[in-house]
């Protein structure tokens, strides 16, 4: 399996973001994750479809927008302008999911849906055949540097179950992607269980040498794995 890192830019110094970007992409990141929140859907407000743009010429990896906004439709379309690859967002906040997820696909995006903690896995099964990604949240959306909730090892499982049947169906592969309080010390449990994309805001930004944790964490996936 390809195991990717997705470092949140939420974590990273807003007065020199490009230069943010630029450093953890040379570091190895293989997705930039761009949270974006508007103090409706979660109780706090981050960055823009302009600052999607204005960063995008700094990432030669792709962009990876994270919804956190209700309504979806009308940032949807706003993230496609700006340059975003993959938008996610969470089903509660779509009146009409299949819609919103259309619109992302007809663009040539690829999609996915978010489930927080309290999120059914349910909610994915009538819409996998569109999806290219599901983020599952292992903290409550809305603030960067909480702890991982551990009951989201199992959601992982279920999660990942499902995505092999459809796999195994379809021939058609969707990422996994967890995101929430993910660090060295825990991000070889969340592979194990099935993850394969891993969002890390604190954990990365808050090093010095962003190369050094993030090749720390492929090597605990890595060890994990050979045991
Ligand atoms: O979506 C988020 C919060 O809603 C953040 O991406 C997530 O919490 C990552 O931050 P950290 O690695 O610091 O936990």
Same mark, same amino acid.
């Given at each position: 399996?390809?195991?990717?890192?997705?470092?949140?830019? /939420?974590?990273?110094?807003?007065a020199?973001?490009?230069?943010?970007? *630029?450093?953890?992409?040379a570091?190895?990141?293989?997705?930039?994750?761009?949270?974006?929140?508007?103090?409706?859907?979660?109780?706090?407000?981050?960055?823009?479809?302009?600052?999607?743009q204005?960063?995008?010429?700094?990432?030669?990896?792709?962009?990876?927008?994270?919804?956190?906004?209700?309504p979806?439709?009308?940032?949807?379309?706003?993230?496609?302008?700006?340059?975003?690859?993959?938008?996610?967002?969470?089903?509660?906040?779509?009146?009409?999911?299949?819609?919103? /997820?259309?619109?992302?696909?007809?663009?040539?995006?690829?999609?996915?849906?978010?489930?927080?903690?309290?999120?059914?896995?349910?909610?994915?099964?009538?819409?996998?055949?569109?999806?290219?990604m599901?983020?599952?949240?292992?903290?409550?959306?809305?603030f960067?540097?909480? *702890?991982?909730?551990?009951?989201?090892?199992n959601?992982?499982?279920?999660?990942?179950?499902?995505?092999?049947?459809?796999?195994?169906? *379809?021939?058609r592969?969707?990422?996994?992607?967890?995101?929430?309080?993910?660090?060295?010390?825990?991000?070889?449990?969340?592979?194990?269980?099935?993850?394969?994309?891993?969002?890390?805001?604190?954990?990365?930004?808050?090093?010095?040498?962003?190369?050094?944790?993030?090749?720390?964490?492929?090597?605990?996936?890595?060890?994990?794995?050979?045991t």
């Open positions: 399996m390809d195991y990717r890192i997705a470092p949140s830019i /939420l974590a990273a110094d807003f020199r973001l490009g230069e943010e970007v *630029s450093n953890v992409v570091a190895g990141a293989d997705l930039i994750h761009f949270d974006v929140m508007d103090n409706h859907y979660v109780p706090n407000l981050s960055f823009g479809p302009m600052v999607c204005a960063i995008k010429p700094h990432a030669a990896v792709p962009m990876d927008v994270h919804l956190m906004v209700e979806v439709d009308d940032m949807i379309q706003a993230f496609i302008k700006a340059g975003a690859d993959i938008i996610t967002f969470h089903p509660e906040a779509s009146r009409h999911v299949h819609r919103s /997820l259309s619109l992302i696909k007809s663009a040539g995006l690829q999609a996915g849906l978010v489930l927080n903690p309290a999120s059914p896995v349910c909610l994915l099964e009538n819409v996998l055949e569109q999806l290219d599901v983020l599952l949240m292992s903290v409550n959306p809305g960067g540097g909480q *702890s991982f909730l551990p009951s989201s090892l959601k992982i499982r279920q999660v990942r179950q499902m995505l092999d049947r459809h796999h195994a169906q *379809s021939g592969r969707i990422a996994l992607e967890v995101d929430g309080g993910i660090t060295p010390a825990n991000i070889a449990a969340a592979a194990q269980a099935g993850a394969d994309t891993f969002v890390a805001g604190s954990a990365i930004f808050g090093q010095q040498d962003y190369a050094a944790v993030i090749q720390t964490m492929r090597d605990n996936i890595a060890a994990a794995q050979q």
